[in-house]
């Protein structure tokens, strides 16, 4: 079992930067792929970047490309999804995945069984 517990969320003016970090109870954090996903208000669920258990692969959603940076430091536990570039569309709840895998580039909200509870973004115009 693992639980997941998201933090770093807040207001921020559009152009800045925030780092998000999900913290993850349980052993063996590196067999697990972990994946960002996010929720605007009537929209659906979508996925926001991913990163192999080792760290060596990483994928992202066409919206994020070249402003978010996904990565993990495997003995904290924890992976982190820093945003740049901020644009108020990318306001939403973030929501921290994991999934034991050793599988990379693993994109699909239904691949992933532990979820944490979300954080806030919200980017100002």
């Known amino acids: 079992q693992v639980q997941l517990v998201e933090s770093g969320g807040g207001l921020v003016q559009a152009g800045g930067s925030l780092r998000l970090s999900c913290l993850a109870s349980?052993?063996?954090?590196?067999?697990?792929?972990m994946g960002w996903f996010r929720q605007a208000p009537g929209k659906e669920r979508e996925f926001v970047a991913t990163i192999s258990g080792s760290g060596g692969t990483t994928y992202y959603a066409d919206s994020g490309k070249g402003r978010f940076t996904i990565s993990r430091d495997n003995a904290k536990n924890t992976v982190y999804l820093q945003m740049n570039s901020l644009k108020p569309e990318d306001t939403a709840v973030y929501y921290c995945?994991?999934?034991?895998?050793?599988?990379?580039?693993?994109?699909?909200?239904?691949?992933?069984?532990?979820w944490g509870q979300g954080t806030q973004v919200t980017v100002s115009s």
């Open positions: 995945a994991a999934e034991r895998t050793f599988a990379a580039r693993v994109i699909r909200e239904y691949d992933y069984h532990y």
């Open positions: 349980g052993r063996a954090f590196s067999n697990y792929a």
